[in-house]
Structure formats: structure tokens, C-alpha cells
């Protein structure tokens, strides 16, 4: 069974660029998620999808970060313009259930904004 | 609201040693579940249990055993006889209605 995909692994820009992370869930499983997890630090949600709707954004910094899941599948993460607090590894994951299910994470892109 | 919290920012241990890493939660929902991932120096998380909140039995698997205590909202995991593979960050986690919270990680060194 093929894992959560991610790319790019790796990012370096300039603040105020902009950069788009994708990922690809596993085969069938409903809900997706993006973290950012800042160095030394636990995953912290920014989304939550279930199939192409939104359960919760409550964490996304809305003025600058978005993210999209068409057809319920792929989604991207995108951020525009870029800080330099915004350096983080963006994880993310996938579960068949909403919050009763353990979740599969991808290996993560790992941002860097100079 | 919810609340998970790792004391142990980070703990050392020699190889065959036992160690527990500790991890105490909050929340209002009568109906939640409890994780513990793995973060490897690779730095993806791997699942390694789910507990839900009606579920009080501990459990045992190979060298790691989990201990959940209701009464004192505790949900601790015990490496046995560890190893240098072993070491890496381990986060506890919880979801109650929709939300899906992790603590800050405990580093664990297991050195040869």
C-alpha cells in the first residue's frame, strides 16, 4: 500500500515569495490534514479536510496561507507571502475516519524563508 | 478545550534501560481517543498505539507497554529493556470531536 505522498521535500525562498507544498493521501481514506511543525515542537493543525470540504481551519493564518483539496483527493498548501516565521516542516496526513482513526503521515516538506 | 502535555522535554537512558514517557491530558469530551506516534531521526511520524476513552486495559506489545488511567487523565508508555533504535521523538496525541491535538514531543537518547 503506497504511503502519503509529499513534495517538494525541500524549500528555500525569499519572505515575502510565495510557495505551494502538495500532497497525495492514501488510496480511500476520507480525511486529510496539514501541520506545521516548527523545530523542537509538536504538529500543529493549520486544516482539516473531509473528502473536499473543510471540517476545521480554525489554526490557518487565513491572510496569507490557503489550501485546497479538488475532488476530494490531492490537495495543495499554499502560502503567499511567506514570512520568516513560517520556516517549518508542513506535514501531512490522512485517516479513513475523522478523529477515531490513527493518522498517516507523509514525510513532510521542510521550508526554509530567508 | 483540549489539552496534552509532555513533561519530559527530553530523556537520556542506556541501552537495555526501561523508561517511561509520561503524558497527561484534558478534555471535556466524555468520548476521545488517545495516541502515542514515533518521530525518528527521519523525521516521519509512525503510529504506534490508539486508546479510546472507555478502554482502561492496558496493553503490551513486544518491548513497549502503555498504561491509561482514567482517574488521573495519565496515558504513559514504557519502553522495556530499550535500544539504540529506539531513540527518537515521541508524541501523545488526542482527538475528541473533530480536534486532533499533539503534545510538545519528549526527545529520547537511548545511548549505546
Known amino acids: 500500500e503506497a504511503g502519503v505522498a509529499q513534495s517538494p521535500r525541500y524549500k528555500i525562498i525569499e519572505k515575502r515569495q510565495s510557495v505551494a507544498f502538495w500532497c497525495n493521501p492514501i488510496s480511500g481514506h476520507a480525511t486529510l490534514y496539514w501541520y506545521q511543525q516548527i523545530l523542537g515542537q509538536g504538529p500543529k493543525l493549520l486544516i482539516q479536510f473531509q473528502n473536499n470540504g473543510v471540517v476545521d481551519d480554525s489554526q490557518l493564518p487565513k491572510d496569507r496561507f490557503s489550501a485546497e483539496r479538488l475532488k476530494g483527493v490531492d490537495s495543495t498548501l499554499k502560502i503567499q507571502p511567506a514570512k520568516l516565521e513560517d520556516s517549518a516542516v508542513y506535514l501531512c496526513?490522512?485517516?479513513?475516519?475523522?478523529?477515531?482513526?490513527?493518522?498517516?503521515f507523509g514525510p513532510g516538506t521542510r521550508l526554509t524563508v530567508l | 478545550a483540549q489539552k496534552v502535555t509532555q513533561a519530559q522535554t527530553e530523556i537520556s537512558v542506556v541501552e537495555k534501560e526501561d523508561v517511561t514517557l509520561d503524558c497527561v491530558y484534558e478534555t471535556r469530551d466524555t468520548t476521545y481517543y488517545l495516541f502515542w506516534y514515533k518521530q525518528p531521526p527521519s523525521g516521519e511520524l509512525v503510529f504506534l498505539i490508539r486508546r479510546n476513552s472507555f478502554d482502561e486495559q492496558n496493553e503490551i506489545s513486544g518491548r513497549y507497554s502503555w498504561n491509561f488511567q482514567k482517574s488521573t487523565s495519565s496515558f504513559n508508555f514504557t519502553i522495556t529493556a530499550s535500544q539504540v533504535v529506539d531513540s527518537a521523538v515521541y508524541f501523545c496525541a488526542l482527538s475528541g470531536t473533530y480536534k486532533y491535538i499533539f503534545g510538545t514531543g519528549t526527545r529520547l537518547k537511548v545511548l549505546a
Open positions: 496526513a490522512s485517516s479513513l475516519a475523522q478523529t477515531t482513526k490513527h493518522q498517516f
